[in-house]
């Protein structure tokens, strides 16, 4: 009760933080930057380094409630046929805008519910992308899938495509919590959906889970953390609820008053991460789990984990092109994203003109800051020699921010030459000692809690 105690005068039950998928996040981003300076981002890239490319579907059958993604809802198909016209059209602009010879080492397709598409659709939007952007020798391709809205076509036809990484939503399984949610999902239905992909050579399955949520409990969590365990994934993503009604308006039909409180929060995290290493997954970071030898273990262990902004991921690629409404590039200049708004951004590329809406020029200092940043979310320390290595004597700009960590998380940071490193019982605070290098916090903000 100690160290809980000590974690709560530290913040971890009431501060309200960034995830840090990105560094400066997103609210900082600007309507000054733009469509001009992505295309002139875009034209400026290294032909020879590869790229990876986001794809955002924003349609789903129906609209769960805990998700606070950009999503709409449909009942047919023709939305969803005419916005992939535009997701081609968006590709065309780009094809215009790139430099000749540039290839694509991963492509990852979320939503909304990318299998909301027809085996139709997922060929054409597949081979339109394809095109433009042609694969690496070991191009990797990911899609987020919703087990009741997938089937063996539909399947079939990503694996034909490329896909090698199923990343399945199941959030809970519990049918009082999934009532609760708004999000009705039977283990069996998703049970059948792996075999399935299994059975069409998807080599590996991520599993997403979500602790947090209403009437979840120790009990409750177990079970589904079982049933998990019995579809053998190699990834499993532990997300916290991020509970954020005045972003996302369809929370406010979730009962606030079923909700764990801040110590079951906690513990149904730990019970879960602990049932995870316990099976022989290696803990990733602050919410991945990963078996032995997968590659995402791997980068953990040699140093190359990086954080974007689907979570933790093995993807060196040094850029990141988003397509669709609301996506987000990741270029060497800084980051721009897509008009958020489905019609804004159709109204965008209908007009001859790429979707760039509002993003961040990367200053010097920004640069140092977000590696500095992603050291501490991917290995829990802070290098200063790798620091000074890549930005010089500007590494030592962070000096006074590092004492001033040290000196207030005590020994749960250890302080040496080398640089910073939080200490195993510190690691539920890595993303408030994070924010600590975060020179962008907006006034006001409201983030999710970060425990």
Same mark, same amino acid.
């Given at each position: 009760m100690k160290q809980i105690d000590r974690l709560r005068s530290l913040g971890l039950f009431d501060a309200r933080v960034p995830r840090y998928t990105s560094y400066p996040t997103a609210p900082v981003f600007s309507p000054e930057v733009g469509a001009a300076e992505q295309a002139r981002a875009l034209a400026a890239l290294n032909p020879g380094e590869p790229v990876s490319v986001y794809l955002h579907i924003p349609f789903c059958e129906r609209l769960c409630w805990f998700c606070a993604c950009r999503t709409q809802g449909t009942q047919t198909l023709s939305p969803v046929e005419s916005y992939i016209g535009t997701?081609? !059209?968006?590709l065309a602009l780009l094809r215009d805008t790139l430099p000749a010879g540039l290839? +694509? /080492?991963r492509m990852h397709w979320g939503g909304g519910t990318p299998t909301i598409l027809p085996p139709a659709l997922i060929h054409r939007l597949a081979r339109a992308v394809r095109a433009v952007f042609p694969e690496t020798d070991d191009w990797e391709f990911s899609v987020e899938i919703d087990p009741t809205m997938v089937d063996r076509a539909k399947i079939a036809a990503l694996a034909e495509e490329g896909m090698t990484r199923a990343s399945i939503g199941i !959030?809970?399984?519990d049918p009082k919590v999934q009532q609760a949610i708004g999000r009705i999902q039977p283990f069996d239905i998703t049970r059948r959906c792996v075999e399935d992909l299994r059975a069409a050579g998807i080599v590996s399955l991520n599993a997403d889970l979500v602790y947090g949520l209403p009437h979840q409990d120790i009990v409750r969590l177990d079970d589904t953390v079982t049933k998990v365990l019995e579809l053998v994934p190699d990834r499993v993503a532990l997300f916290g609820y991020a509970h954020v009604p005045w972003v996302s308006k369809r929370q406010k039909l979730i009962d606030e008053t079923a909700l764990p409180r801040e110590l079951e929060r906690y513990a149904l995290a730990t019970h879960a991460a602990d049932r995870f290493v316990a099976a022989g997954q290696? =803990?990733?970071g602050i919410d991945h789990f990963a078996r032995p030898g997968d590659g995402l273990q791997r980068a953990a262990a040699t140093g190359h984990l990086r954080r974007n902004f689907q979570g933790y991921t093995d993807d @060196?690629? =040094? @850029?990141l092109i988003g397509l669709g409404a609301s996506s987000i590039s990741r270029l060497p200049a800084g980051y721009v994203q897509n008009a958020a708004a489905t019609a804004a951004y159709i109204q965008r590329i209908e007009a001859g003109k790429l979707a760039g809406a509002r993003g961040h020029v990367m200053t010097p200092d920004d640069l140092l800051r977000a590696r500095a940043i992603e050291m501490l979310m991917c290995d829990f320390r802070l290098d200063r020699a790798a620091l000074r290595e890549t930005f010089g004597a500007a590494a030592e700009t962070l000096d006074p921010v590092v004492a001033e960590v040290a000196a207030h998380f005590g020994d749960f940071v250890a302080l040496s030459e080398s640089g910073l490193r939080i200490t195993a019982a510190g690691r539920p605070l890595t993303r408030i000692i994070a924010s600590a290098f975060d020179a962008h916090v907006p006034e /006001? +903000?409201?983030?999710? !809690?970060?425990s």
């Amino acid at each position: 009760m100690k160290q809980i105690d000590r974690l709560r005068s530290l913040g971890l039950f009431d501060a309200r933080v960034p995830r840090y998928t990105s560094y400066p996040t997103a609210p900082v981003f600007s309507p000054e930057v733009g469509a001009a300076e992505q295309a002139r981002a875009l034209a400026a890239l290294n032909p020879g380094e590869p790229v990876s490319v986001y794809l955002h579907i924003p349609f789903c059958e129906r609209l769960c409630w805990f998700c606070a993604c950009r999503t709409q809802g449909t009942q047919t198909l023709s939305p969803v046929e005419s916005y992939i016209g535009t997701l081609e !059209q968006e590709l065309a602009l780009l094809r215009d805008t790139l430099p000749a010879g540039l290839r +694509m /080492g991963r492509m990852h397709w979320g939503g909304g519910t990318p299998t909301i598409l027809p085996p139709a659709l997922i060929h054409r939007l597949a081979r339109a992308v394809r095109a433009v952007f042609p694969e690496t020798d070991d191009w990797e391709f990911s899609v987020e899938i919703d087990p009741t809205m997938v089937d063996r076509a539909k399947i079939a036809a990503l694996a034909e495509e490329g896909m090698t990484r199923a990343s399945i939503g199941i !959030q809970d399984f519990d049918p009082k919590v999934q009532q609760a949610i708004g999000r009705i999902q039977p283990f069996d239905i998703t049970r059948r959906c792996v075999e399935d992909l299994r059975a069409a050579g998807i080599v590996s399955l991520n599993a997403d889970l979500v602790y947090g949520l209403p009437h979840q409990d120790i009990v409750r969590l177990d079970d589904t953390v079982t049933k998990v365990l019995e579809l053998v994934p190699d990834r499993v993503a532990l997300f916290g609820y991020a509970h954020v009604p005045w972003v996302s308006k369809r929370q406010k039909l979730i009962d606030e008053t079923a909700l764990p409180r801040e110590l079951e929060r906690y513990a149904l995290a730990t019970h879960a991460a602990d049932r995870f290493v316990a099976a022989g997954q290696v =803990p990733i970071g602050i919410d991945h789990f990963a078996r032995p030898g997968d590659g995402l273990q791997r980068a953990a262990a040699t140093g190359h984990l990086r954080r974007n902004f689907q979570g933790y991921t093995d993807d @060196t690629c =040094p @850029t990141l092109i988003g397509l669709g409404a609301s996506s987000i590039s990741r270029l060497p200049a800084g980051y721009v994203q897509n008009a958020a708004a489905t019609a804004a951004y159709i109204q965008r590329i209908e007009a001859g003109k790429l979707a760039g809406a509002r993003g961040h020029v990367m200053t010097p200092d920004d640069l140092l800051r977000a590696r500095a940043i992603e050291m501490l979310m991917c290995d829990f320390r802070l290098d200063r020699a790798a620091l000074r290595e890549t930005f010089g004597a500007a590494a030592e700009t962070l000096d006074p921010v590092v004492a001033e960590v040290a000196a207030h998380f005590g020994d749960f940071v250890a302080l040496s030459e080398s640089g910073l490193r939080i200490t195993a019982a510190g690691r539920p605070l890595t993303r408030i000692i994070a924010s600590a290098f975060d020179a962008h916090v907006p006034e /006001g +903000m409201r983030y999710s !809690q970060a425990s």
